[in-house]
């Protein structure tokens, strides 16, 4: 109805009404109303209504402010509102970030921010705030925003705090590693080795339940410099395994990118002798290798029955 002139007209005045009128759920109804108007309809309206609709940000009922927030993130509010908005969401952040409840909210609150956080000064250093916003909601509710919260901000040195809280959360995952993988990539180095502690110890712990997701922080160590924390967590690693078939390709899994390493820093030092060790190393690797595949394609023929015709 509200999607051209004629139907704005009609529900404008009851629209206004309700957002700032003394009714604690026809505040919270309008919210959600406005975001529901089609974009054509809301190019029409008055700038006076989004002006309303930004008081209802710092509204003093739950119902309400958690009403706007959810509805800013279906409008596009006229430019010289946008610092209004953008400020609003600081004062929530700040407040539910020191809240034990509402994490998911606390959550939305952070997403909503850091796509105004250009409205406001200093946006680096909110960023910063944002990235230890983060960390004190759960990590179940962090992942559910992950992708909007890779873009908006890895760029600060503070987002591997980020991932070390919610990359646990995908020890169990069996499907795609899309947002994982995207998680650890979007890392700067300086960020990586700002906290190469905290990364190392997370790598540590999801050694035996996620190797996967601890290969990749060596990874992202190594790739940012901080390569004897890189080669101490493929070390853990390769210590965990025992002497099944199966912990052989595991510790193999980690023991190449681990030779490799100590190969570099031997090449590095200048040390021939140890680089020779690595080397005879990588071979007997090589060689266990090619015996575990060569074993595990005996028994997948010697599985496999013949139909009878």
């Known amino acids: 109805m ?6 704005l007209k009609a529900v404008l005045s009851t629209l206004y009404s309700g957002l700032v009128g003394a009714d604690v759920l026809g505040r919270a109804y309008a919210a959600e109303a406005l975001s529901k ?3 054509r309809g809301r190019q029409n309206l008055p700038e006076l209504v989004y002006e309303a609709f930004c008081v209802l940000l710092l509204d003093q009922f739950v119902a309400v402010h958690t009403a706007a927030v959810r509805a800013l993130g279906q409008i596009s509010l006229p430019d010289n509102l946008k610092p209004r908005a953008a400020f609003a969401l600081f004062k929530l952040v700040s407040v539910y970030s020191e809240s ?3 994490d998911d909210f606390l959550i939305d609150c952070i ?7 250009d409205h406001l000064p200093n946006p680096d250093k909110l960023r910063e705030f944002l990235c230890h916003a983060t960390l004190k909601a759960q990590p179940l509710y962090v992942r559910s925003e992950v992708r909007s919260l ?5 760029q600060c040195d503070d987002f591997p705090l980020v991932v070390a809280h919610v990359l646990p959360q995908y020890a169990d995952n069996m499907n795609q590693h899309y947002d994982e993988s995207n998680l650890v990539a979007a890392m700067t180095p300086e ?6 502690a905290r990364l190392f110890e997370v790598g540590k712990g999801l050694a035996e339940p996620a190797m996967w997701l601890a290969t990749l922080i060596a990874d992202a160590l190594y790739r940012a410099g901080a390569r004897d924390e890189a080669a101490d967590l493929l070390e853990h690693m390769a210590n965990l395994f025992g002497s099944t078939v199966k912990d052989q390709s595991r510790a193999l899994f ?3 990118p681990l030779l490799a390493y100590r190969m570099e820093q031997a090449l590095d030092a200048g040390d021939n002798a140890a680089w020779a060790r690595f080397a005879e190393e990588w071979d007997e690797a090589v060689t266990l290798q090619k015996a575990i595949m060569d074993d595990r394609r005996a028994r997948d023929s010697r599985s496999r029955f013949p139909f009878s015709h």
Request: zero cysteines; charged letters at 35%.
């Open 2 to 7: 509200a999607g051209d002139v004629e139907g």
């Open 111 to 117: 997403d909503e921010l850091s796509r105004h956080i």
């Open 37 to 39: 108007i089609p974009a």
């Open 191 to 196: 960020g990586v080795r700002k906290h190469r």
């Open 150 to 154: 890779i873009h908006s901000l890895k």
């Open 254 to 256: 980690v023991g190449f």
């Open 100 to 102: 034990k409840d509402n």
